[in-house]
C-alpha cells in the first residue's frame, strides 16, 4: 500500500489561474516534506521544501500548505505559466530516513 | 562534469544479461541513491550509500546490486535482467548521510531501460 499518494495523475490549468497540486500520506511518522517537478527526459529537481513544525512555506510563485491532522498537503502555484507544466512529485521522510514519493501529477498549463 | 551524470542514456538488453549503469557525482556529496521510475508508481528506492564504502537496501533491492568504492561512483548492476525490471533509472545525491531524510536531493537525468 503506497504511503504517499497523489490521486491526481493529471491536471490542467489555464495560464494566469491557480494550480492546487494535492498529495496524502498514511504515515503520522513523517515530519518532513518536499516537492519535485520532472520535465520529460530530465531528473526530477528540488521545488519546495516543508517541516512538520510548519504549516505553509511559500517561495515566490509557489506556497506549500500541510495539515497535519488530515496528513495532507497541498502545492500551489500563482499564477501558473506554460513553463510549470510538468510532473510534480510529492515526497516525505519520517525522522532523517529515506525519502518514500508519491506517484506523481502531471501539470499541464495551457495558454 | 556538472551535477549528476548518468550512462548510458538509454539501453535495450536481452533477458538474462548483466547491465551496469554508471553514475557518477562531481558535487562530493555523501549521500548517493539508485530510484526507478515507473508510471503510476512514482520513484521507488533501491539501494543507497549515506557514505563512501556502505550500501543499504531501499524499498525495491531484488535483482540489483551495488558498490560505493569512492565518493564520486555509484554503479547499479543487474546481475541477470528480466522484463519487471524495464524502467527509468535515476540516480541521485544529497550532501548529508547522517540524515538523508532531512536532505534535498539532486537526480541525474536518468536511464531508460528496456529488457526483452
Known amino acids: 500500500d503506497q504511503q504517499v499518494k497523489q490521486n491526481s495523475p493529471s491536471l490542467s490549468v489555464q495560464e494566469g489561474r491557480i494550480s492546487i497540486l494535492n498529495c496524502d500520506y498514511t504515515?503520522?511518522?513523517?515530519?518532513?516534506f518536499l516537492w519535485y517537478k520532472k520535465y520529460p527526459a530530465e531528473g526530477p529537481t528540488f521545488l519546495i521544501s516543508i517541516s512538520s513544525i510548519k504549516d505553509k512555506n511559500e517561495d515566490g510563485r509557489f506556497t506549500v500548505f500541510l495539515n497535519k491532522s488530515a496528513k495532507h498537503l497541498s502545492l500551489h502555484i500563482v499564477p501558473s505559466q506554460p513553463g510549470d507544466s510538468a510532473v510534480y512529485f510529492c515526497a516525505a521522510s519520517a525522522y532523517g530516513q529515506n525519502f518514500v514519493f508519491g506517484p506523481g501529477t502531471r501539470l499541464s498549463v495551457l495558454p | 562534469i556538472a551535477g549528476i551524470t548518468q550512462a548510458p542514456t538509454s539501453q535495450i538488453l536481452a533477458a538474462g544479461r548483466r547491465m551496469t549503469l554508471r553514475c557518477t557525482q562531481d558535487?562530493?556529496?555523501?549521500?548517493m541513491y539508485w530510484y526507478r521510475q515507473d508510471l503510476g508508481l512514482g520513484l521507488r528506492l533501491i539501494h543507497y550509500?549515506?557514505?563512501?564504502?556502505?550500501?543499504g537496501k531501499g524499498e525495491v533491492p531484488d535483482g540489483y546490486s551495488v558498490s560505493r568504492a569512492n565518493t564520486d561512483d555509484f554503479p547499479l548492476t543487474l546481475a541477470s535482467a528480466v522484463p519487471s525490471q524495464t524502467s527509468v533509472y535515476f540516480c541521485?545525491?544529497?550532501?548529508?548521510?547522517?540524515?538523508?531524510?532531512?536532505?534535498?536531493?539532486?537526480f541525474g537525468p536518468g536511464t531508460r531501460l528496456t529488457v526483452l
Open positions: 541521485a545525491s544529497s550532501d548529508t548521510g547522517t540524515s538523508p531524510g532531512s536532505d534535498t536531493q539532486y
Open positions: 550509500s549515506n557514505t563512501a564504502g556502505t550500501t
Open positions: 558535487m562530493r556529496h555523501n549521500a
Open positions: 504515515n503520522s511518522m513523517f515530519d518532513y
